[in-house]
């Protein structure tokens, strides 16, 4: 059993060994992107929901009238 888990460590080390890690200014750079990305996409959201949540309601409004 323990025979087992000591050598997936050993193998685990290898591995990760054998890794390329990314530059810390690569690592920056992607951070930005991926933060830009999520407020560009939480913008659209936003102007989506305010568009569709005031044509709901403009068509709302209109069908209850049309019922008086």
Do not use: C, H, Q
């Not at 025979?3 to 685990?12: A, L, Q």
């Amino acid at each position: 059993m323990f025979g087992k888990i000591s050598r997936y460590y050993t193998e685990v080390k290898g591995e990760l060994k054998k890794t390329t890690w990314p530059k810390w200014d690569e690592v920056k750079n992607t951070t930005i992107v991926v933060i830009i990305t999520v407020f560009i996409f939480a913008g659209f959201l936003y102007l989506s929901d305010l568009v569709l949540s005031f044509s709901v309601g403009a068509m709302n409004d209109f069908l209850t009238g049309l019922m008086r």
